[in-house]
């Protein structure tokens, strides 16, 4: 579950956070349970991305479904 402060997390700053999580994972040498605490975090910060993407496309289907019509009428011209 995701909490209101990751909900509030822009695109970039939940992708950023999301790198420097999987570069801390890469690079080892933190303890099981840091690793844990870590890959929960990169988790979460990965839905909220997935979120902001799937918004995004949302807009963007509906911007296009909006000039579909228009652009059909144009072609029977």
Do not use: F, H, N
Request: net charge negative.
């Amino acid at each position: 579950m995701t909490s209101k402060v990751d909900e509030a997390l822009g695109y970039e700053q939940a992708r950023d956070e999301l790198i420097e999580v999987v570069r801390r994972l890469e690079a080892g040498g933190t303890t099981l349970e840091e690793s844990l605490a870590l890959w929960e975090r990169g988790e979460e910060l990965a839905k909220v991305c997935r979120r902001w993407l799937e918004g995004a496309r949302a807009r963007l289907d509906a911007a296009l479904a909006e000039e579909e019509p228009e652009g059909e009428e144009d072609d029977s011209e």
